[in-house]
Nanobody
Framework: QVQLVESGGGLVQPGGSLRLSCAAS????????MGWYRQAPGKQRELVAT???????NYGDSVKGRFTISRDNNKNTVDLQMNSLKPEDTAVYYC??????????????WGQGALVTVAS
């Protein structure tokens, strides 16, 4: 009923920037929660940044001051601007949304993942 499409991953040198985008489509009445998570090889998935419908942002300690999350409620998109990237930011980045569908069901949906590699 709800699909997420992520884009923007790739290879970047340390100190560089990348922007990830996630677009939600389908039977959406409203999106209550949008966020980005990441999973590095051999590690657990961790929170990167979240932005609920209130617009109040929250960031993981390791990305504060470097990453910025934003959402466009008209387009049902959430972006993650990543600056001053470090090799330890290398991971698969996942978009997550919590959606109220038109049939008034609450769904948690994950994107397919976007690989970000930070290396020289």
């Amino acid at each position: 009923q709800v699909q997420l499409v992520e884009s923007g991953g790739g290879l970047v040198q340390p100190g560089g920037s990348l922007r990830l985008s996630c677009a939600a489509s389908g039977s959406i009445f409203s999106i209550n929660y949008m966020g980005w998570y990441r999973q590095a090889p051999g590690k657990q998935r961790e929170l990167v940044a979240t932005i609920p419908s209130s617009g109040i942002t929250n960031y993981g300690d390791s990305v504060k001051g470097r990453f910025t999350i934003s959402r466009d409620n008209n387009k049902n998109t959430v972006d993650l601007q990543m600056n001053s990237l470090k090799p330890e930011d290398t991971a698969v980045y996942y978009c997550k949304v919590i959606v109220l569908t038109r049939s008034r069901r609450t769904l948690e949906v994950w994107g397919q993942g976007a690989l970000v590699t930070v290396a020289s």
